[in-house]
C-alpha cells in the first residue's frame, strides 16, 4: 500500500507541475485531494493491513495530503501571474503611437461678426440683450407704430402664429420691450439686441426667411441727429476700416422721424466704383433714425424723451466683411464653407 502511496504522489505532483491552465489545475485537485479522490479511495484500504502499517500509511498519507494541496495553491498563483501577464501584453498601450486627429469646430461667421459688434457696443456702454423670437404683434408692430392696418406692414411680411402671436420680423422688438419698462424720464438707456428673425421671403441670392439682425438704441436726455452721426461713424470705421466714409440718405421707417439709410464707401474699391457696389462706391449697411414720438407714446412714455436708433442685418455686414456672394451659404452648413472662417475666429 506504500508503494501504490508513492506511486500516487509522483504521478500527482509531476501531472500538478505540468498543468498550463487554471481549469485543468482544478481538475487535478478535484482528481487527487477531492472527496471522490483516488487518495480518498486508496485510504479506505487501511481497514485491511496491520496496525503498525496502518500508523506509518496515515502519518505518510497525511502528508501527501499537506504537500499536494500547498503544491496545487503555489501552481495556482503561478498559472494566475501567467494570464495575468499574458493579458498585459495583450492590452498593451504604445504611447508612443499618434493621437486621433480632432477638428475642432469654427465658429459661425454670423456669429463672429455679432461678436464683434456686441463687443464694439460694449465697449460704449450699451447692454446686450438676445430676447424672444416669438412675440406679440403689439411689441413687433404696434407699439413701434405700425398699427394693425398700417401699410408699412407690408415691408416686412409676416410669419404669424395666431392672430396675436408672430415670429419677429426685426430685432426691433426688443427695443419696444425695453422703451415700455423705463422708469423715469431722465434715464439713460442704451441697449442692443440681437438674434434670429423671420420673413416670409423666397429664398435667393440675397433673401432669407430667417436671417439675423443687431438692432440698437440709445435714450438720453438732449440726445441729438449728431450724437447717432458718431455712433454709426464710430461703428463703420471699427467694423470695415478707419478710412471707411459714411453717407446718409433720407429714407422711412415707422419707428424713426426723421429716418436715414446709412452707406458706407465699397470695402472692395473703397469708392473707386466695382461689381460690389454696382460702380457707385457705396454700399447699403444699416437703417436708423431718431425715434419716432408715437413710439414713446405707444409704449407710455412721454414723447419728449429723445433717442436715436438703428438697424443692422448681420448677414449683409458679413457678406461685406468676407465677400460672400450668396446668403444661403450661411445655412447651408458646408464645411468647406465654414472651415474658411478659422483664421478670422
Ligand atoms: N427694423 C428695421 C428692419 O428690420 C431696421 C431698422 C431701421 C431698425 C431703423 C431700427 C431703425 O432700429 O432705427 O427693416
Known amino acids: 500500500m506504500e508503494k ?11 501531472k500538478i507541475n505540468a498543468a498550463t491552465t487554471t481549469a485543468e489545475l482544478a481538475a487535478l485537485q478535484l482528481e487527487y485531494l477531492g472527496k471522490k479522490s483516488i487518495l480518498n479511495e486508496l485510504l479506505k484500504k487501511m481497514k485491511d493491513i496491520s496496525h503498525e502499517e496502518r500508523l506509518t500509511v496515515g502519518k505518510r498519507a497525511n502528508v501527501i495530503k499537506t504537500t499536494l494541496t500547498e503544491l496545487c495553491k503555489a501552481k495556482k498563483s503561478e498559472l494566475e501571474n501567467v494570464m495575468a501577464m499574458a493579458m498585459f501584453e495583450q492590452e498593451k498601450i ?10 475642432l469646430a469654427t465658429k459661425h461667421p454670423l456669429n463672429q461678426v455679432i461678436d464683434e459688434i456686441s463687443q ?22 404696434q407699439r413701434l407704430n405700425l398699427p394693425i392696418g398700417h401699410p ?4 416686412q411680411d409676416t410669419f404669424y402664429i395666431t392672430k396675436n402671436t408672430l415670429l419677429r420680423t426685426h430685432c426691433t422688438n426688443m427695443t419696444a ?14 441697449m442692443i439686441s440681437t438674434g434670429n428673425t423671420y ?22 436726455p438732449h440726445t441729438s441727429f449728431a450724437n447717432l452721426k458718431w455712433t454709426i ?29 446709412v452707406d458706407v464707401t465699397c470695402v472692395n474699391c473703397h469708392g473707386q466704383g466695382c461689381s460690389i457696389c454696382k460702380q457707385t462706391g457705396w454700399i447699403e449697411i444699416m437703417g436708423a433714425g431718431m425715434i419716432n414720438p408715437l413710439v414713446y407714446q405707444a409704449c407710455g412714455q412721454d414723447p419728449d424723451l429723445t433717442g436715436f436708433a438703428f438697424g443692422i442685418g448681420i448677414e449683409r455686414i458679413a457678406m461685406i466683411k468676407y465677400g460672400i456672394d450668396d446668403i444661403r451659404r450661411f445655412y447651408t452648413n458646408d464645411v468647406r464653407f465654414l472651415e474658411q472662417f478659422k483664421k478670422f475666429d
Open 233 to 261: 461713424q464710430y461703428f463703420c470705421q471699427r467694423m470695415f476700416g478707419e478710412n471707411t466714409k459714411i453717407r446718409l440718405r433720407p429714407s422711412f421707417f415707422p419707428f424713426t422721424e426723421p429716418s436715414v439709410e
Open 120 to 141: 464694439l457696443f460694449q465697449e460704449l456702454g450699451y447692454d446686450i440683450v438676445f430676447g424672444t423670437e416669438v412675440e406679440d404683434d403689439e411689441y413687433n408692430f
Open 4 to 14: 501504490e502511496l508513492e506511486l500516487l504522489f509522483t504521478t500527482a505532483t509531476e
Open 152 to 155: 408699412a406692414r407690408d415691408m
Open 94 to 103: 504604445d504611447l508612443s503611437l499618434p493621437g486621433y486627429n480632432l477638428t
Open 177 to 190: 420691450r425695453a422703451i415700455s419698462q423705463m422708469k423715469r424720464k431722465d434715464e439713460i438707456v442704451a
Open 199 to 220: 420673413r416670409r421671403d423666397d429664398d435667393d441670392a440675397t433673401h432669407s426667411h430667417q436671417f439675423m439682425q443687431v438692432d440698437g438704441f440709445l435714450i438720453a
